[in-house]
């Protein structure tokens, strides 16, 4: 069965501090991706990681996917009050599926002015 | 923004009644699903849909069923509701499938079961 696993499962910070979350897996994903979800809120699509040892940045954000590609990262830079959100990684369910994914249980962050 | 609406937003029943959720989307996507989101348990599939009339279950599929008989409208199901389907519903649109395309989620339904 293929699971995703995060960590830390919180995470309270201060404005301008950084920080890295992890996704976890002992299987091979042939891709993943990273949501955030605001409070009230469904989750939003920030990245989709598609090779093993890829890079991706979105301003503050860098992504990187593990070269055995069963773990990736998100590092945050200068962590903004704006960040403060439910961080979810996902990838395929199965080897052939292209129609649905699996979740993460989810980094909640929190970053305090 | 996707246009994704759920109804209702909120809702609380008692153990035992059922309850249909509705997704409706503007989007024309071909694939719709439902989630159920629980603490410490991220999102966890329900069912999907990957067409008019057709669907497969996911991995908590059980006291749900669905349907989907036009493009824009998939319904979700509680039988007959438990305790243990308190939760927060999220239905999503996907044009290609999920798997390396974006998923749009709509705003969530909240649904106690007293």
């Known amino acids: 069965t293929q699971l995703l696993e995060q960590s830390p499962q919180f995470l309270s910070i201060q404005e301008g501090e950084n920080l890295t979350v992890y996704c976890n897996s002992s299987s091979v994903f042939s891709s993943l991706q990273w949501y955030r979800q605001e409070p009230g809120e469904g989750p939003v699509l920030l990245v989709t990681?598609?090779?093993?040892?890829e890079v991706k940045k979105l301003k503050r954000l860098t992504f990187q996917f593990g070269d055995a590609r069963k773990d990736s990262s998100l590092h945050i830079t200068a962590a903004q009050p704006g960040d403060t959100g439910l961080y979810l990684c996902a990838g395929p369910r199965g080897k052939t599926s292209y129609d649905k994914v699996i979740f993460g249980p989810g980094t909640s962050l929190s970053v305090i002015p | 923004d996707a246009g994704i609406t759920q109804s209702p937003r909120h809702k609380v029943t008692e153990t035992g009644t059922p309850v249909t959720l509705r997704c409706h989307q503007t989007?024309?996507?071909?694939?719709m699903y439902w989630y159920r989101q629980d603490p410490g348990h991220g999102l966890r599939l329900i069912h999907y849909s990957y067409g008019v009339k057709d669907t497969d279950k996911g991995e908590v599929s059980d006291g749900y069923s669905v349907s989907r008989s036009k493009t824009e409208d998939f319904l979700l199901t509680l039988e007959s509701a438990t305790s243990s389907q308190t939760s927060v519903y999220f239905c999503?649109?996907?044009?290609?499938?999920?798997?390396?395309?974006?998923?749009?989620f709509g705003p969530g339904t909240r649904l106690t079961v007293l």
């Open positions: 989007e024309n996507h071909r694939y």
């Open positions: 990681v598609v090779t093993g040892g």
């Open positions: 999503a649109i996907s044009e290609l499938g999920a798997k390396d395309n974006e998923q749009f």
